[in-house]
Each structure stands twice: as structure tokens, then as C-alpha cells.
């Protein structure tokens, strides 16, 4: 089976005011189609440096990394911003939905970007948004949603264009238990009935918990890579 | 991305701050409004001298008197009292020349009836009406034998007709008195409106020239000759022509100042629109350079933006937009911005260059092509003063701008 993402002695050095500061030191990593990674690791560990270069955000110093089989580790800007469009779907922590922009709205701007015909974006947009479970809320702006139907509809609008995909940086970060809880049911019922590829990073135990697989860094490094059973549904 | 989709988005940027890009667009709005109404304004005096000169007769050549020196003191064209009716004849008598009126004028209180009014008192010849191409509304014109005998005739401009017969009866055959000395109207003169210079044409009464020399200013002398040259052609070598016979029969020899003034009504269209077109190319270039300053507040409140929404870019490029995407897109927003600010300009301009030729009678002439050149105009300040913010924003690296605090 071709792994979704296939990393090589990937590095990344920051260089801050003369000190060189190695985030990354040659991680391997291989995840399958159906997947879903929990990343833990202490603060500074280089988790968030990792996802930024598995999500094209950004380009590591030293290493190789293939995308569904194919080396985009010297790809332009142009093709970058291509396959992030059609491929990879990104959860923030803060959200990040567009501010005075409704819902649906927001859900649409990915089809925007790839070209899909505008009456095919409001279909889509709606059904995503039926998918997490707040299609009542389509027209609502950012500011009249709580902070766990924003993360569906960040959700929603990582799902639309299909991707390979899902990365979410501490996506329950800013959510409180329950919250947090019901996004992460959100997270496993994509991934179990779906079978969306899914990178999350958190810091919780008990959000980790919902992965079938469990990688740790500190310092840049990989400290540990363990498969688990999942907590009960 | 498609050009629709480009719109809408930028359209959708620029509706989330409704107030920001309405305030921005102001110096726009301002801009060529300024442009709109100053060119209407400049277009719109040129043409209505052009219009009034055309209205006189391109043939027309004007004879004044000079200036006398009297103790030192110089007066003006026009002081000295040299031209006389017999000049007026012997110019008549000159090739090329197809009319000549000699023109005296008075201002007199005149009475009709109950009604009084004081207006100017042209004495002039038949001629008149050809040379100065002004036909009659109604009645007749006086003819040489009025003028042989000083009849006292008179044919009134449709200003004084207003004033001195309200009621609107036909002043044809009644009797005014000018200074006292009672005239029979014989006719009256067809509107001709405001001069070049805002003067009422029509508040004018016309008599038989000798009638005025005789019985109103008493003196043997015209103020002026009306010569109509039989065509444009001809026109300055009726000039030199009449110069040296007049330099011949007042006896002027070469060192001696000329006591008369020949002018070519050519010659003063000629100045008036050069003066109108550096007065409207100046008017222009000011209101050209509110609309650069107009386009650097665009300028301006881009980069703000591009800086203020630079975490909004990262999250557009994470979601898949390129970098010339995000090129695109801002520079849109600085186009629309600049283009719909120029055309609420051009409707703001149009408005006040109605207002301008309401409240202050001005002629004005809004001419398509300044419409289209503003609009195009301000286009361009948005595209030049957009794109470096656009730039600046699209070279921004992804993951540097989702972290930017
Ligand atoms: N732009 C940058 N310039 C310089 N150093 C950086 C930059 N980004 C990250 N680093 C450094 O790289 C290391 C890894 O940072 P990273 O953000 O990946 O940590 P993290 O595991 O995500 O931590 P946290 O759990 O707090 O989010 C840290 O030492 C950090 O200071
Ligand atoms: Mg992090």
C-alpha cells in the first residue's frame, strides 16, 4: 500500500540572530491511508514545525518528503499551493475562519481556490456542513458561533475539496472538555466511516486517546511510535 | 481562478469594511469630481466665446478710435475722437470690404408710456443687422433715407422690449422718448443673449446713426466702425488696407503713433480660446494631482491592510491560493476601490457642474471623452498605486504569515 505521507530524515534548522536552532533532527515517519496519528510531545518539541512541513506551509532545511507517492519536496510555490488546495485539508487552533464572512461562506473559499463552478460550492459547502452537524448555522459569522461549532465549520471547510489529508494543530486547544470531546467524535467518525487520513497534534492524554497510533517527539527527535487501541466510542 | 471569482472575492474584502473603503475612496470620489466640473467649467466658457465670436461674423473687423494724451495722461482705445462718418465711407469704398456701419453710442434713460428704463443707444447704419449678422424679430429696419434725413426711428433689443412694454403689446409703431426726443419703433431686434463676457446684448436700442450724432451726443465723431469683409480669406489684407488708408486720410506719417485701432475679431477668438485652454489645462492639473494624492491615500490604506491581514493571507494561501492569486486579489480591491470611487466621482462632478451652472449661470459643457478619461484614469491610480501592497502581500511566505502576530 503506497503511504499518504512518507518522510525522510526531514530537518529544520531556524536560524535566530546567529543561533542556528534545529527544530527537526532527520525525522523518518510513514503513515498509511486510514490512519489516525496523535502527535504529542512537550512544548518546543518541534511538533508544530513538523506539521507546517507534512502540510506544505513550509520546506525543511534538509530530508525528503513524498505525498501519495509522489517527491514534492522540490516543488514551486505554484504546485505547493495546488496540491495543498486539492490534497490536504488543515484545523488550526485558533480556527482561523475569515471574520465578517458567513459560515458557508467560509466552507466555499477552499472551492474558490480550485476552481470548482460556484453552484457546485454552495452543494458542497451545505453538505460538509450537514457532515459536522451545523447546517443550521451556515449563514452565522464567526463571531456569532461558539468556539466548537467554529472548529465544525473549520472542519467542514477542511473536507471539501476531498484531501488525502487531514492535519489539525491542537485542534481542541482552545475548546473546554466537552467541546473538545465532541470535536474529537467529529475527528473519529471521519476517519472510521470515511476513512480520511488524520495528523493531529495535542497535548492532551485524553484527546490522544481517540488515535489508533501515538508518535512523541522531544527535541526534534521521534521519542516513541506506538499503536493502541482506541478508547471506546 | 476565474475573473468572476477574483471579483466577487475582492468585492467581498472590501464589504467587510464598508466605512474603511468608503473613507478611502473619498480622495478618489473628491479627485475627479474636481476634474469633472473644473474641465466642464473650462470646456464650457471656451465654447460659449467661440459660439459668441462665430455669432459676430468671422468677417467682422472692428475700427476704434486711439488714445489721446491730454496733460500727460494716455487714455485708453477708444478716447480720442477722430473717427468720423465720412471715414466710415471712404473705408466702404476699399476691395474686400462688403459692409461698413459706423457705430455712436449714448446712454440714455428712455420713456414709453409709463414705463422707463436706461439703456445703451446704438446709432448705427442699415448695415448692421448684415455686418453683425442679427436679424429682426419683427417690424423693419431704418434705411439710408432715414439716416440721410436723422429720422427719429428706432428698433429696440428684446431686453428693453421686456422693460418698457410688460404687457406684451407689440412696440411696433408707438413712440418712446430717448433723452426727451420723441422716436417711432419701427422694429425690434431678435434675442442674441449673454456676450463673451456676460454682457446683455439684447438691452440695446438702435437708431439711425446721424439721429444720434444730431439729436443725442451732439458730436461729430463715431465711436467705432463695424467692417464686414466679403470673406474670412480676405480678412487681413482688409485690415493693412483699411490701416493705410485711415494712416492717409488723419495724415499720420511713419514715427507718429496711429490715432485709430483695427481689430480682427479673428485675432481675439484666437487669444480667447488659448487663454480658456491654459486656464482649463491648469484647472485640470490640479484637480490631476488631488486624484495622485487620492491614490496614494489607496495606497496607503493597502498596505495598512496587506499588513493588518496578513494572518488572512497565510490562511487564503494554506487554503490553496497562489501566490499570484493573492497578487490578484489586492489588486483588485485597489482597482475596484479606484474605479468605483472614480465613477461615484464622475456622478458627484456631474451633479456639482449642474449645481455650478444653475446657481451661478455659468455655461458649462461636460464633455464624454473627460468622463471616460477620469474614469480611466483613476483605474490606473488604483493599479499603480495597488500593486506594490499586492506584491508585497503575495511574497509573503505561508507559514510566516498564518504566525504573524
Ligand atoms: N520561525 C521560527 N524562528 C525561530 N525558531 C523557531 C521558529 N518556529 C519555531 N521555532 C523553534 O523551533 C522549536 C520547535 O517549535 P514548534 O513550534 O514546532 O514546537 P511545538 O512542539 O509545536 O510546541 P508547542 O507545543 O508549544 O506548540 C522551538 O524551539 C521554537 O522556538
Ligand atoms: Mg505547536
Redesign the interface.
Known amino acids: 500500500m503506497r503511504p499518504v505521507v512518507d518522510v525522510r530524515g526531514v530537518t529544520k534548522i531556524y536560524d535566530l540572530d546567529g543561533q542556528s536552532i534545529r527544530a527537526l533532527d532527520g525525522i523518518d515517519l510513514t503513515i498509511d491511508p486510514g490512519e489516525f496519528v496523535a502527535v504529542m510531545g512537550p512544548s518546543g518539541s518541534g511538533k508544530s514545525t513538523f506539521m ?1 512541513i507534512v ?1 506544505m ?2 520546506r525543511p532545511t534538509a530530508g525528503t518528503y513524498s505525498l501519495e507517492g509522489t517527491d514534492v519536496s522540490q516543488l514551486d ?2 504546485a505547493r ?2 496540491i ?3 490534497r490536504l485539508g ?1 484545523v488550526f487552533q485558533a480556527y ?1 475562519l ?4 458567513s459560515a458557508i ?1 467560509n466552507v466555499e ?2 472551492m ?4 470548482v463552478p ?1 453552484a457546485d460550492r454552495r452543494r458542497i459547502a451545505l453538505e460538509k456542513l450537514e457532515e459536522v452537524g451545523v447546517a443550521q448555522l451556515k449563514d452565522h459569522l464567526p463571531n456569532q458561533m461558539s468556539g466548537g461549532q467554529q472548529q465544525r465549520v473549520a472542519i467542514a ?1 477542511s473536507l471539501v ?1 476531498d484531501p488525502g489529508l487531514i492535519l489539525a494543530d491542537e485542534p481542541t486547544g482552545a475548546l473546554d472538555s466537552k467541546a473538545a470531546e465532541s470535536v474529537m467524535r467529529l475527528f473519529r467518525d471521519l476517519n472510521e466511516q470515511r476513512g480520511i487520513t488524520i495528523m493531529l497534534v495535542t497535548h492532551e492524554p485524553d484527546v490522544a486517546a481517540h488515535a489508533k497510533r501515538v508518535v512523541t517527539f522531544r527535541d526534534g527527535h521521534i521519542l516513541s511510535d506506538a499503536t493502541q487501541d482506541r478508547k471506546a466510542a | 481562478m476565474n475573473t468572476r471569482a477574483t471579483l466577487s472575492l475582492a468585492m467581498r474584502a472590501l464589504l467587510r469594511n464598508r466605512s474603511r473603503s468608503l473613507l478611502t475612496m473619498l480622495g478618489v470620489i473628491i479627485g475627479v469630481a474636481a476634474v469633472i466640473v473644473t474641465v466642464a467649467i473650462g470646456v464650457g466658457a471656451r465654447t460659449s466665446v467661440q459660439q459668441q465670436i462665430a455669432s459676430l461674423g468671422s468677417n467682422l473687423l472692428i475700427v476704434q478710435p486711439g488714445s489721446v494724451t491730454t496733460s500727460g495722461a494716455r487714455t485708453g482705445y477708444g478716447g480720442a475722437s477722430t473717427l468720423t462718418p465720412a471715414d466710415g465711407l471712404a473705408v466702404a469704398t476699399l476691395p474686400g470690404v462688403a459692409a461698413v456701419s459706423p457705430t455712436v453710442t449714448a446712454r440714455e434713460q428712455i420713456v414709453a408710456g409709463t414705463q422707463n428704463w436706461q439703456t445703451t443707444i446704438d446709432g448705427v447704419a442699415p448695415t448692421y443687422t448684415f455686418v453683425r449678422s442679427w436679424p429682426l424679430a419683427s417690424g423693419t429696419f431704418f434705411s439710408e433715407q432715414d439716416v440721410a434725413s436723422a429720422a427719429k426711428v428706432a428698433v429696440l433689443g428684446q431686453t428693453v422690449v421686456q422693460n418698457l412694454y410688460p404687457d406684451g403689446s407689440s412696440p411696433i409703431g408707438s413712440s418712446i422718448l430717448i433723452d426727451g426726443v420723441p422716436f417711432t419703433v419701427v422694429g425690434t431686434l431678435a434675442p442674441l443673449g449673454q456676450s463673451g463676457m456676460g454682457q446683455d446684448q439684447d438691452d440695446t436700442v438702435l437708431v439711425p446713426y446721424t439721429s444720434a450724432m444730431e439729436r443725442l451726443t451732439g458730436q461729430t465723431t463715431v465711436s467705432a466702425l463695424d467692417v464686414s469683409a466679403s470673406s474670412a480669406a480676405s480678412v487681413d489684407t482688409v485690415q493693412t488696407e483699411i490701416t493705410s488708408l485711415l494712416e492717409q486720410r488723419h495724415r499720420i506719417v511713419a514715427p507718429q503713433p496711429d490715432d485709430f485701432q483695427v481689430r480682427n475679431l479673428q485675432d481675439v477668438a484666437a487669444a480667447a480660446s488659448s487663454t480658456g485652454a491654459i486656464m482649463e489645462f491648469l484647472l485640470a492639473g490640479v484637480a490631476a494631482v488631488s486624484l495622485i494624492v487620492g491614490g496614494i491615500g489607496i495606497m496607503n490604506i493597502m498596505l495598512v491592510s496587506v499588513t493588518e491581514r496578513t494572518r488572512e493571507i497565510g490562511l487564503r494561501m494554506a487554503l490553496g491560493a497562489r501566490a499570484k492569486t493573492i497578487l490578484r486579489q489586492f489588486l483588485t480591491e485597489a482597482v475596484m476601490l479606484s474605479t468605483v470611487g472614480g465613477t461615484i466621482g464622475v456622478c458627484v462632478g456631474i451633479v456639482g457642474t449642474l449645481l455650478v451652472s444653475l446657481l451661478a449661470k455659468w455655461s458649462t459643457v461636460i464633455p464624454i471623452s473627460g468622463v471616460i478619461a477620469a474614469v480611466l484614469f483613476s483605474a490606473l491610480v488604483g493599479i499603480f498605486f495597488g500593486y506594490y501592497p499586492a506584491r508585497k502581500a503575495s511574497l509573503l511566505s505561508p507559514i510566516e504569515a498564518l504566525r504573524f502576530e
Open positions: 507546517h502540510g506551509l513550509d510555490g505554484d499551493a495546488d495543498r488546495s486539492r488543515f482561523n475569515l471574520a465578517r464572512t461562506e473559499l477552499p474558490v481556490y480550485a476552481g460556484a471547510r475539496n
